[in-house]
């Protein structure tokens, strides 16, 4: 079955760690989406990227990196200079640009800071 | 700046009736939209989509209503049944801008 495989579904982390949230998909899209929930709020985006070897800055970047060395995996590092990393983490994939075509989540990591 | 927004937290529907979810854009340049279902804990998954070209778009028990006028969406679900009972979020997106915006989210409640 197709789809996108987040891991793990939980992680701790305590504080000044920087801790890496796997994403893989075999559905064999383009882009790659890390958004971010909060309690009350919708998904954020973090960071995107449209083909291998480039990603773009989302609307809360900052505390985070990313990189994308093959089409099928989209890892997130939540550094130690991400402020407030507590949070339900989502990746999404589309085939491509999300503007005609339905992205798909995988099943999300919950982030906790100790 | 908010450009989509969900102005209410959550919903009440008897089972058997009504639910209309609603949503708000500010962003003109917003061509494509989706709504979302997600349950705790899990990922949204894709309900319905509609483009700026159409102002309806029907899926079995699903209706989306787009209003460009007013920059509103509507979706209505109907009959309402429990296992409807999730929050659903609507998105939007200028095309092929790889980025898609959400609103905060409803919390429909179906009574059985």
């Known amino acids: 079955d197709g789809g996108i495989t987040q891991s793990p579904k939980y992680l701790f982390r305590k504080e000044g760690q920087n801790v890496t949230l796997s994403c893989e998909q075999n559905?064999?899209?383009?882009?790659m989406y890390w958004y971010r929930q909060d309690p009350g709020q919708g998904l954020r985006l973090i960071y995107y990227s449209q083909i291998v070897n480039d990603f773009q800055k989302g609307d809360i970047a900052e505390g985070y990196s990313v990189s994308r060395e093959k089409k099928e995996s989209f890892p997130l590092t939540v550094t130690s200079a991400q402020k407030n990393p507590t949070a339900f983490y989502l990746c999404?994939?589309?085939?491509?640009?999300?503007?005609?075509?339905?992205?798909?989540f995988g099943q999300g990591t919950r982030l906790t800071v100790v | 700046d908010q450009q989509v927004k969900q102005n209410s937290p959550s919903l009440s529907v008897q089972e058997g009736r009504i639910s209309i979810l609603n949503c708000d854009y500010t962003n003109s340049m917003f061509d494509y939209f989706l709504w979302y279902k997600k349950y705790p804990a899990e990922g949204p998954t894709f309900l319905i989509s509609i483009s700026s070209i159409k102002d309806k778009n029907e899926d079995g028990r699903f209706t989306v209503f787009l209003n460009k006028s007013a920059k509103h969406l509507s979706l209505h679900i109907v009959p309402s049944q429990p296992g409807d009972s999730a929050v659903y979020f609507c998105a939007a997106s200028v095309d092929s801008s790889y980025k898609l915006i959400f609103g905060s989210g409803t919390r429909l409640l179906v009574r059985p």
């Open positions: 559905l064999n899209h383009d882009a």
């Open positions: 999404a994939s589309t085939l491509t640009g999300v503007g005609d075509t339905e992205a798909f």
